[in-house]
């Protein structure tokens, strides 16, 4: 893929906040309680309980960009990038994105599991933005992916979990995005697919202008991305070159 510098992924202030209900909203204090995880509980001015997953995030990502989300489980890490996917939708500030986005989160969404894998991945594939014309052009390259042969044509229930992950990853893998958004590196199947899978994600990755991963594996982070973001109940603690981030981020963990 040809660089380009409209590649562009940001974010503005970035809230958000769910609503909890019924949770004896009026027994709680009104003043906002601090989690050690999974960001912070308050009060609005309704007596509905909030939860506030991501608290004024700002980032600037540009094409060329790979870069590594730290934080323990609850930091906001997986909200952030379903909120940078267009999953969920900011309660206030922007989010920007120029160029094709790709989420690798769910390999499973949308599937039917009455329908024939074959017939999944028209499914899958169309809601991942393709074309029906795309989606028979890229079918027969995504079957033979698989290695799934005449299981193509049962149904998805009858599959065992490794053959639901070979043709979920082969189809979320068959596009070419400019922004790629993954929670955890994916691994599907036997070893000699995994193999053939590590392959693909290297590959996909190379051809893609801006990365955003997810990870509680350093080794990983500092082979893959060249930025990190530290993330902490919800907003961002850091955010900077890989290596001096993740370290501050390791010194944190040791002094406890």
């Not at 052009?137 to 979990?161: C, H, N, V, W």
């Amino acid at each position: 893929m040809p660089a380009s510098t409209e590649i562009a992924l940001s974010l503005d202030n970035v809230s958000l906040e769910f609503p909890v209900y019924n949770t004896h909203a009026r027994s709680l204090k009104r003043s906002l309680l601090h989690l050690t995880t999974g960001g912070r509980i308050g009060l609005s001015g309704h007596d509905l309980v909030v939860v506030r997953s991501l608290a004024d995030v700002s980032l600037e990502l540009v094409h060329g960009d790979r870069v590594a989300l730290l934080g323990h489980n609850g930091a906001g890490k997986t909200t952030l990038l379903r909120v940078l996917a267009g999953a969920y939708e900011p309660t206030t500030g922007l989010v920007r994105r120029t160029g094709r986005v790709a989420a690798l989160f769910d390999l499973m969404l949308g599937m039917d599991p009455e329908a024939t894998g074959e017939e999944n991945i028209t499914i899958r594939a169309m809601l991942m933005g393709l074309s029906r014309r795309q989606i028979v052009e890229k079918r027969q390259a995504i079957a033979a992916f698989t290695e799934l042969g005449d299981y193509l044509q049962m149904p998805i229930r009858t599959y065992s979990s490794g053959m639901l992950l070979r043709l979920g990853f082969g189809i979320s893998t068959s596009i070419e995005p400019e922004i790629l958004l993954m929670d955890e590196w994916l691994a599907a199947g036997d070893a000699a697919f995994i193999v053939k899978a590590q392959a693909r994600l290297e590959e996909l990755i190379g051809n893609t202008g801006i990365l955003v991963l997810a990870s509680h594996s350093l080794g990983l982070i500092k082979r893959i991305c060249n930025k990190a973001v530290w993330m902490e109940k919800g907003s961002v603690r850091r955010f900077g070159e890989v290596g001096e981030v993740s370290e501050a981020y390791m010194a944190s963990i040791a002094a406890g």
